[in-house]
C-alpha cells in the first residue's frame, strides 16, 4: 500500500472514530468531489467520489476538506444554525440569493481553518503550501459562487492556481 492509501485509510479511521459513515462512490454524477451529508436522525455520512483521472492526493484534499466541515460542526455541539440549514438546501436546488451565498461562503471560508488540524492529527505527509493553496482555491470558488452564482470552470481554477503560485513562491 503506498503513503497516500494509507492516509486515505487512516482519514478513513478518524472519521469513523468521530461516527461518519463513509461511502465511496465511482464515476457518479456529482458536480462535488465529496460531500457531508446529514439526515432528519442526525447521522452523518461522507460521500467520497472517485474517478480515473482523480489524484489520491486530490481525495485526500477532498476528504479534508469535508471531515472539516464536520469538525466544525461538533464544535459547534452538533447543531447546524437554521439560516445555514436553509441556505443549503437553496444551494442544492439552485435557488440561492445572494444572502444565502454569502452565508454558504462565510462559512466555507470559516470551516477550512480545521483542515490543517486533522492533517496534523492523522499525520498527513501533505505540505503545508499544498493545503494553503487548496484552501485558497476552495476560498476563490466560493466567492466566486456568492458573487456570481456559479462556480468557476477548470481554466478559471487552474489560471487562479498558478497566480497564486506566483504569489507565495510555492
Ligand atoms: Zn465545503
Known sequence: MGIRDQELARLQKYAEGLGIKVV??????????????????????????????????L??????????HHLA???????????LVKALNHQVTETANKKHRELIYKVEV????????????????ISEAKL??????????????????RFPKLPEIRKFKKQWKEKNNA
Not at 481525495?59 to 472539516?68: C, D, G, K, V, Y
Not at 490543517?116 to 498527513?124: M, S, W
Request: proline share 1%; charged share 20%.
Open 24 to 57: 465511496w462512490s465511482k464515476n457518479s454524477s456529482s458536480k462535488y468531489g465529496a460531500m457531508w451529508v446529514l439526515d432528519q436522525a442526525n447521522n452523518v455520512e461522507l460521500h467520497m467520489y472517485t474517478w480515473n483521472s482523480a489524484s489520491k492526493t
Open 59 to 68: 481525495l485526500i484534499l477532498n476528504f479534508l476538506h469535508e471531515l472539516a
Open 73 to 83: 460542526y461538533v464544535h459547534q455541539g452538533r447543531t447546524l444554525s437554521e439560516p
Open 110 to 125: 470559516s470551516d477550512s481553518s480545521y483542515r490543517k488540524t486533522i492533517a496534523h492529527e492523522v499525520g498527513l505527509r
Open 132 to 149: 494553503d493553496m487548496d484552501i485558497a482555491v476552495d476560498d476563490f470558488i466560493y466567492y466566486t459562487y456568492w458573487q456570481e452564482n
